[in-house]
C-alpha cells in the first residue's frame, strides 16, 4: 500500500479560481444533526460487547469491538506503519518521528468541532474507531503492545517524541495519566520526551500540574480557530460544542506557569475565516508568552460539519507558513511585517535576500510541532498529510527538494532573485 492515491482538489469552482484566501463568510460549518437515541454514546459497540482481537484497523463492514482507553490507544496510520503494526508506504517518508496515541473510548469525544472527523455529531454514521481523522484511519491498538515494542526497540526506536491526544470525555483527564505513568514507567522519558494534546474543557490547573510532575515535557492547547469568533462559531455555541475560548486561554496561560518557555504552545488552523493579521498577531502573542505556534493547513474532512468548504488556498497558507516561521524563529516581529486592505501580507519584514535564504532553507514549510532531535525548529510530529493529499503538499513531513521550492516560490509568488 502506498499513501500516495490521486485526490481531487476540493476547491474548484470558479470563484476559488481567482480567490487567495478563505474568507469568514464563506467558512461556515454546517449545523449538527442529533443522532437518533440508539446511536448515542457508543450505543451500538457497548451493547454488541465485541472483544477486540489485538490490533484492530478500522473498518466499518464488521462490528466494531469494545474498545476502551487506557487499555486501548488509537495510533496515526503513519505510526502504525513506524510501529510495524500496518504494513504500507508513505509517499517521499520513510517513517514519522511522533508517536501520537489517541484516548479511545464507545462513546467517543463528546465534542462537536466543525472540522473535526471524530466529531460527535458522526454517531449515527460511523463508530467512534472507525472515523477518520486528518484524512487518516487510525487503528486502535493495545497500549501493553505499544510500549512493548517501542521499549524492545530501546535506542534503536525511530520516534523522536510520544504525544498523548487527549478528547473531550470524562474519563480522558485520569486516563491521560494512566497512560503516561505506563510509559514513564518502561521508557526514559529524557529519550522519548512525551508532548500532551490537551482537552482543556474538562481541565484545572491541577491537572496540568500532576502531567508536568509525571514527567510530560511540553503542554499544547489546540486553539485550532484563531479568535473568538470563529472559536464559537467551530467548537462552541454554534455547533452545538462545549468549549469556550475562555477556558481555553486558562488553561494555555496554566501551561506556560507550570511548564515554562518553550515547553508550551498552541495550534492553530489556518483558512477558517480569519484574516492573515490575526492568526499572526496571535503567534506574535503566543511567542512573548514564551510558547510556540504549531500550524494545520484546513483541509476539508470527510464527513465533519465542513466538508463542503474549500480547502484553503496555497497562496494564504504559505505567507502565513512563512510569516509564522519568521516569528517562531527569527525574531522578526509582526509589527515589522506591512498587511494589504484585507490584511494579507504583502511584506515579511526582512530584506529580500534574508527572505530567499529562510525561503532556500525549506524548514518553514515543514510541518510544524513539538521538536524532535534533528533541530529545535524541525518538528516531531510531521503528521504525513494530515492538511493535505500528498499531490498539492501544505506542511511537507520532510525536507522540501530544490523542485519542491520552486512550487513554493510560485505559490508564495516570490521570485527568485539571480546571484
Ligand atoms: S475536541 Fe478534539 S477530538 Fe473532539 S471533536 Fe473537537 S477537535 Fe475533534
Keep these: 500500500m502506498s ?43 457497548i451493547a454488541n460487547n465485541v472483544a477486540p482481537q489485538g490490533v484492530y ?41 511522533c508517536l501520537n496515541l489517541l484516548l479511545t473510548y464507545p462513546e467517543g469525544c463528546r465534542a462537536n468541532c466543525a472540522y473535526c472527523g471524530l466529531a460527535r455529531h458522526r454517531e449515527a454514521e460511523r463508530d467512534y474507531a472507525d472515523r477518520n481523522f486528518i484524512r487518516v484511519d487510525w487503528p486502535a491498538v493495545p497500549l501493553e503492545e505499544t510500549i512493548d515494542i517501542v521499549a524492545r526497540d530501546g535506542v534503536a526506536s525511530p520516534f523522536h517524541r510520544m504525544c498523548i491526544s487527549m478528547i473531550t470525555h470524562p474519563r480522558s483527564d485520569e486516563d491521560t495519566v494512566t497512560v503516561l505513568r505506563q510509559w514513564t514507567d518502561r521508557i526514559d522519558p529524557a529519550a522519548i520526551p512525551v508532548s500532551i494534546l490537551s482537552n482543556p474543557t474538562t481541565m484545572t490547573r491541577e491537572d496540568v500540574k500532576r502531567l508536568r510532575d509525571l514527567g510530560a515535557d511540553i503542554f499544547t492547547v489546540a486553539l485550532d480557530a484563531a479568535t473568538p469568533e470563529i472559536f464559537d462559531r467551530t467548537r462552541g455555541k454554534g455547533v452545538a460544542s462545549p468549549h469556550s ?7 494555555l496561560l496554566d501551561a506556560r506557569d507550570i511548564f515554562g518557555t518553550q515547553k508550551f504552545g498552541a495550534h492553530i488552523i489556518i483558512g477558517m475565516g480569519e484574516t492573515e493579521y490575526e492568526t499572526l498577531a496571535l503567534v506574535q502573542q503566543i511567542v512573548d508568552l514564551g510558547g510556540h505556534s504549531h500550524m494545520f493547513c484546513f483541509f476539508p474532512e470527510k464527513g465533519s460539519l465542513m466538508d463542503h468548504l474549500p480547502a484553503t488556498p496555497r497562496d494564504q497558507w504559505r505567507r502565513v507558513q512563512l510569516a509564522r516561521y519568521l516569528i517562531d524563529y527569527r525574531g522578526v516581529r509582526v509589527e515589522q511585517m506591512r498587511f494589504d486592505g484585507e490584511a494579507r501580507v504583502v511584506d515579511f519584514g526582512i530584506t529580500p535576500s534574508e527572505l530567499d535564504e529562510v525561503i532556500d532553507a525549506g524548514v518553514a514549510f515543514r510541518t510544524s510541532g513539538c521538536p524532535g532531535k534533528f533541530a529545535e525548529d524541525v518538528s516531531a510530529c510531521d503528521r504525513p498529510y494530515g492538511d493535505s493529499p500528498p499531490s498539492n503538499i501544505a506542511s511537507y513531513p520532510f525536507q522540501p527538494a530544490k523542485t519542491d521550492l520552486r512550487k513554493i516560490r510560485r505559490q508564495l509568488r516570490i521570485v527568485e532573485r539571480k546571484p
Design 57 to 97: 484497523l478500522p473498518n466499518y463492514n464488521v462490528l466494531t469491538p469494545y474498545m476502551r482507553s487506557p487499555e486501548y490507544v488509537q495510533m496515526s496510520t503513519a505510526a502504525a506503519i513506524t510501529l510495524g503494526i500496518m504494513k504500507g508506504r508513505m509517499y517521499r517518508c520513510e517513517c514519522t518521528r
Design 245 to 251: 475560548w475562555k477556558k481555553y486561554w486558562e488553561i
Design 3 to 45: 499513501c500516495h492515491r490521486p485526490e481531487p482538489i476540493p476547491s474548484s469552482t470558479e470563484a476559488q479560481a481567482v480567490r487567495d484566501y478563505n474568507p469568514f463568510a464563506l467558512m461556515q460549518p454546517r449545523a449538527p444533526q442529533l443522532a437518533p437515541r440508539e446511536a448515542r454514546n457508543g450505543a451500538r459497540v
